[in-house]
């Protein structure tokens, strides 16, 4: 069974940084792809970012290019998020995703496991 277990989530001041970690049990992570997302209050779940299998091929939604950056340690198993110049639109609760997938992809549907979640608050 697939598990995957985030992390460094917390209260930070607009402009700062937080980095969130994912860990994932119950299978090397080398064969998936690994997305994050995330949900605020009374709004639907979107697209953060994802890294291809290999970490060679990442994308980004457009409201956070530039001040997030995906990467992976497949030989830790582990997911990363850097968040900087955070601003109050980006408080949400972020969700690490795994898909079956070759290629990086933002389609929720596309992934098959997902984490508990942790929240991310952002104050102004």
């Known amino acids: 069974q697939v598990q995957l277990v985030e992390s460094g989530g917390g209260l930070v001041q607009a402009g700062g940084s937080l980095r969130l970690s994912c860990k994932v049990s119950?299978?090397?992570?080398?064969?998936?792809?690994m997305g994050w997302f995330r949900q605020a209050p009374g709004k639907d779940r979107e697209f953060v970012s994802a890294?291809?299998?290999?970490?060679?091929?990442?994308n980004y939604a457009d409201s956070v290019k530039g001040r997030f950056t995906i990467s992976r340690d497949n030989a830790k198993n582990q997911v990363y998020l850097q968040m900087n110049s955070l601003e109050a639109e980006d408080t949400a609760v972020y969700y690490c995703?795994?898909?079956?997938?070759?290629?990086?992809?933002?389609?929720?549907?596309?992934?098959?496991?997902w984490g508990q979640g942790t929240q991310v608050t952002v104050s102004s």
């Open positions: 890294i291809s299998r290999s970490g060679g091929s990442t």
């Open positions: 119950g299978r090397t992570i080398s064969t998936y792809t």
């Open positions: 995703a795994a898909a079956m997938t070759i290629r990086s992809t933002s389609r929720p549907a596309d992934y098959a496991y």
